[in-house]
T-cell receptor, first 109, second 111 residues
Framework: KNEVEQSPQNLTAQEGEFITINCSYS?????LHWLQQHPGGGIVSLFM???GKKKHGRLIATINIQEKHSSLHITASHPRDSAVYIC???????????FGTGTRLQVFP | AAGVIQSPRHLIKEKRETATLKCYPI?????VYWYQQGPGQDPQFLIS???????DKGSIPDRFSAQQFSDYHSELNMSSLELGDSALYFC??????????FGPGTRLTVL
């Protein structure tokens, strides 16, 4: 069993739909990252969370430390949101980021 | 705003050759991390440096070494390259344990 699991693995949506990507982890963490990776491979950090909720534009990330679960929401999705979204957790008292397997999102016009 | 810079962006080497990848962190960031992402795989943590000292180590092969210099840039040295070393190598930087910012990656192909 992976230490970080994401669901769904693949997601297709129509432009304008509300999207949720889930992440569950089984290890002790000091923070959780949501990352976006485009086809060229570049990784962009969207959020780093250690509690509660953060919002940036159309993106919202939440984390429930007790339940070891985080969600990434995209409101009013757009084709340019098409990418792989990766949840990565920072192991407590280390520098190690453990990555989830990613969710491939395709948004169609 | 300045981002993490990696060079080269693409590198092609033969088996058993050596390669050096460079990472220039965001100004005033003191921590650098190296990750390896094989084709179709999740990124894997290799090694990290804080204030020029190795701070943590992951699944880095013994054939690889890395260091952080006085200007905080870091180099990943890879020797006796194998076909399986072909991957995208990311560097990230942060200020202490704050959010990591990723570079664009170096795509290494070993023939």
């Amino acid at each position: 069993k992976n230490e970080v699991e994401q669901s769904p693995q693949n997601l297709t949506a129509q432009e304008g739909e509300f999207i949720t990507i889930n992440c569950s982890y089984s290890v002790g963490i000091s923070a959780l990252h949501w990352l976006q990776q485009h086809p060229g491979g570049g990784i962009v950090s969207l959020f780093m969370l250690s509690s509660g909720k953060k919002k940036h534009g159309r993106l919202i990330a939440t984390i429930n430390i007790q339940e070891k679960h985080s969600s990434l929401h995209i409101t009013a999705s757009h084709p340019r949101d098409s990418a792989v979204y990766i949840c990565a957790v920072l192991l407590i008292a280390t520098d190690k980021l453990i990555f989830g397997t990613g969710t491939r999102l395709q948004v169609f016009p | 705003a300045a981002g993490v810079i990696q060079s080269p962006r693409h590198l092609i080497k033969e088996k058993r050759e050596t390669a050096t990848l460079k990472c220039y962190p965001i100004p005033r960031h003191d921590t650098v991390y190296w990750y390896q992402q094989g084709p179709g795989q999740d990124p894997q943590f290799l090694i990290s440096f804080y204030e020029k000292m190795q701070s943590d180590k992951g699944s880095i092969p013994d054939r690889f070494s890395a260091q952080q210099f006085s200007d905080y840039h870091s180099e990943l040295n890879m020797s006796s390259l194998e076909l399986g070393d072909s991957a995208l190598y990311f560097c990230a930087s942060s200020s202490g344990l704050a959010e990591q910012f990723f570079g664009p990656g170096t795509r290494l192909t070993v023939l």
